[in-house]
């Protein structure tokens, strides 16, 4: 993969649909995403500054490639640790992300079950959240904004369960 995917490459993501609707989506929130990078660009940056993809991990390595080759964003998360079905709400009043010292503030907006968040919506996980060597099914989950088609969040979730071997 890293073969077929080069520097032009990465510097013209910003222009095809997909990245664009979630450079606009981080506008939106108030997120600059020249800054802190949407995922497609952060795992483009990624392989630039490598010299190529680096094997991770089965599921790292799996994430990388639907990501980059949709463009969709994806998370995973232990779905042993995880209570009902996923959604993206603001935090409230006091709630922490566990494992992160001190309250979030108010209005951050967190992928969560239906008792807590499970992580910053485009940053880091609460701990126990996340896949790990212990963790016996884990839950994969697609952040769709705005502009990204539904048969582009099939095909990334296609193609992180088939790398995966799910």
């Known amino acids: 993969m890293s073969?077929?995917?080069s520097g032009p490459q990465a510097v013209a993501l910003r222009h095809k649909p997909i990245p664009s609707a979630y450079r606009v989506f981080f506008r939106q929130i108030g997120?600059?995403?020249d800054e802190q990078r949407t995922p497609v660009e952060a795992v483009a940056l990624e392989r630039i500054k490598r010299g190529?993809?680096?094997s991770r991990n089965l599921l790292d390595d799996a994430l990388t490639i639907a990501i980059i080759e949709s463009g969709v964003a994806l998370r995973a998360f232990d779905a042993d640790r995880a209570e009902g079905r996923l959604g993206i709400r603001?935090?409230?009043?006091?709630?922490a992300l566990e494992g992160r010292p001190?309250?979030?503030?108010?209005?951050?907006?967190v992928i969560a079950d239906?008792?807590?968040p499970l992580a910053l919506l485009f940053?880091?996980?609460a701990s126990g959240a996340g896949v790990d060597p212990s963790t016996a099914r884990m839950m994969l989950a697609a952040v769709q904004v705005k502009g990204v088609p539904d048969i582009a969040v099939e095909e990334a979730m296609w193609l992180a369960t088939s790398a995966i071997g799910a």
């Open 3 to 5: 073969n077929r995917f």
């Open 31 to 33: 997120l600059d995403p």
């Open 52 to 54: 190529g993809f680096i």
């Open 90 to 95: 603001q935090s409230a009043e006091g709630e």
């Open 102 to 109: 001190g309250p979030l503030p108010r209005g951050t907006l």
């Open 114 to 116: 239906q008792l807590r």
């Open 123 to 125: 940053g880091a996980t």
